[in-house]
């Protein structure tokens, strides 16, 4: 079904999807993944992402703001060069890359990663925090980049480089939020050369940016209540659902 802009339909799943986007923005990444498919019930997926973007930027000032003391630069320096690169890739190639295929292949990955940690956790072993090579982070800012430009999708491949490290959970939800910041700002020229922002996309975003604002201070509040150990549960947990929310996106997509 697609729906108007300006209908009730929209906005009964816009509305949602915001709050969803305000608690990944909050620091609880990945749950946002699921607001493109909610909006892309009643509009067609390209215009959902459009609508999205500037909503996500406003997001990130916020973020950005609550958590501008906690962050990690030498990881920024790795991922963000990379993003740089995805997101000029998947620009080039738009026309021929298939949404469905990303989504499924990043679904797969996510779930194995996740699974595996949650098993790690589950049989009481912790796994040691170690800091993954340099080209593997490039790697993983490409694909964040890649997908993220294909399908604001970006989280999964961040994760599994930041995960392993065990940051402390401000800094790492920090350095998610600097990143994605970066990264949506560098999508912005891309987007427009597309043609899929338009001036009734915008409106739409400038009706939504009031309730993004506030549903991103609540994911704030509730992040720095949740002791780090659970924290890292909840992300695991997280990555997974959405991993099969991604997989089940691009299986029915093919």
């Known amino acids: 079904m697609d729906a108007s802009l300006h209908s009730f339909a929209f906005y009964a799943v816009a509305l949602p999807a915001v709050f969803l ?21 009643v509009i067609p997926p390209l215009q959902a992402a459009s609508v999205m973007l500037p909503i996500l930027i406003v997001q990130d000032m916020v973020g950005v ?7 990690d630069g030498w990881n920024l320096m ?13 620009y080039l190639l738009a026309a021929e890359v298939s949404e469905a295929g990303v989504e499924f292949v990043l679904g797969i990955i996510s779930v ?4 595996r940690q949650l098993f790690i956790l589950a049989g009481g072993r912790a796994a040691p925090a170690h800091r993954p090579g340099s080209l593997f982070g490039f790697l993983c800012g490409i694909g964040s980049g890649f997908t993220s430009m294909i399908a604001h999708a970006g989280a999964p491949p961040f994760q599994m480089f930041l995960i392993p490290q065990k ?3 401000d800094v790492f939800v ?19 050369a597309l043609g899929q922002i338009t001036h009734e996309t915008l409106v739409a975003s400038a009706t939504l940016i009031p309730f993004a604002i506030i549903s991103t201070w609540i994911g704030i509040w509730l992040v720095r209540r949740v002791s780090a150990d659970r924290f890292y549960k909840i992300i695991y947990t ?5 991993g099969i929310q991604l997989i089940w996106n691009g299986w029915t997509g093919l």
Not at 65 to 71: K, T
Not at 112 to 115: K, N, P, Q, V
Not at 174 to 192: D, S
Request: hydrophobic fraction near 65%; charged fraction near 5%.
């Open 21 to 41: 986007l305000g608690l990944s923005k909050g620091g609880f990444a990945g749950i946002g993944l699921l607001s493109l498919p909610l909006i892309a019930l």
């Open 65 to 71: 703001y609550a958590y501008r003391r906690s962050w």
């Open 78 to 90: 790795i991922l963000v060069p990379g993003a740089i690169v995805g997101i000029l890739a998947a």
């Open 112 to 115: 194995l990663f996740a699974a």
């Open 167 to 169: 940051l402390p959970r």
């Open 174 to 192: 920090g350095t998610g939020i600097i990143f994605f910041a970066a990264v949506n700002l560098i999508k912005v020229p891309p987007f427009i």
């Open 238 to 242: 997280l990555l997974l659902l959405v």
